[in-house]
């Protein structure tokens, strides 16, 4: 598949999530997941999470960071630390988990937690490969933090594009202009 945006250019961290017609049980990720802190950016950028995932917040960077969320998904603070903090943290809803860090108001990252076991992420050239065929999907949506409707938009897919699909898929998604979503309270204020 090929996401990009209302101009035709690529989409890096576009998730799409799918509901399939099998029916194994979502997993919880083995390990715990990380959502590092390096150079005044969380890397990476957008995480995709099962639910009740675990994910550490470690901080990769010579200065202290003080990350938290107001997202309805997952609130919680790690007050000024540097290093590791002592525990990681459980995401036991599924939803949008905005970031930010108290101190450098330009940190913004993205958990993406969700309760299906079909979760793909485009590449910088917009690109992923979906392992189902288009007969396994039951429903499908296409989320991007950028997304012109607010972070927390998840977008139908067309069931029927992907059916009549020979080759690849394009989907497209209206986004906001990147300085949009600038500092953390930029991005919030389009999530409630």
């Known amino acids: 598949m090929l996401v990009t945006d209302q101009n035709k250019q690529a989409l890096e961290h576009a998730i799409i999530e ?3 017609s099998d029916t194994a049980k979502q997993k919880t990720a083995k390990e715990t997941l990380v959502m ?5 950016a969380f890397e990476p950028h957008v995480l995709a999470a099962p639910i009740n995932s675990y994910v550490s917040f470690p901080n990769s960077d ?5 990350v938290y ?15 590791q903090p002592k525990s ?4 036991e809803n599924t939803g949008v988990v905005v970031l930010g860090c108290n101190i450098h108001d330009s ?18 050239k917009g690109e ?8 396994e999907i039951k429903r499908a949506w296409l989320w991007h933090p950028r997304n ?3 972070v927390s938009h998840k977008q139908a897919i067309d069931l029927a594009k992907l059916k009549q699909a020979k080759g690849v898929v394009e989907l497209a998604l209206t986004v906001s202009p990147e300085k949009a979503t600038g500092s953390f309270e930029d991005v919030f204020k389009t999530t409630n």
């Open 18 to 20: 799918i509901a399939a």
């Open 36 to 40: 590092d802190q390096i150079n005044k």
């Open 62 to 66: 010579d200065i202290r960071h003080h």
């Open 69 to 83: 969320s107001f997202s309805k998904a997952k609130p919680f603070e790690l007050k000024l630390y540097a290093g």
């Open 88 to 91: 990681p943290i459980i995401f």
């Open 107 to 124: 940190m913004v990252g993205y958990i993406y937690v969700h309760n299906n076991n079909h979760v793909y992420m485009s590449n910088e």
């Open 128 to 135: 992923t490969t979906i392992a189902l065929a288009p007969s």
């Open 148 to 150: 012109a409707k607010g």
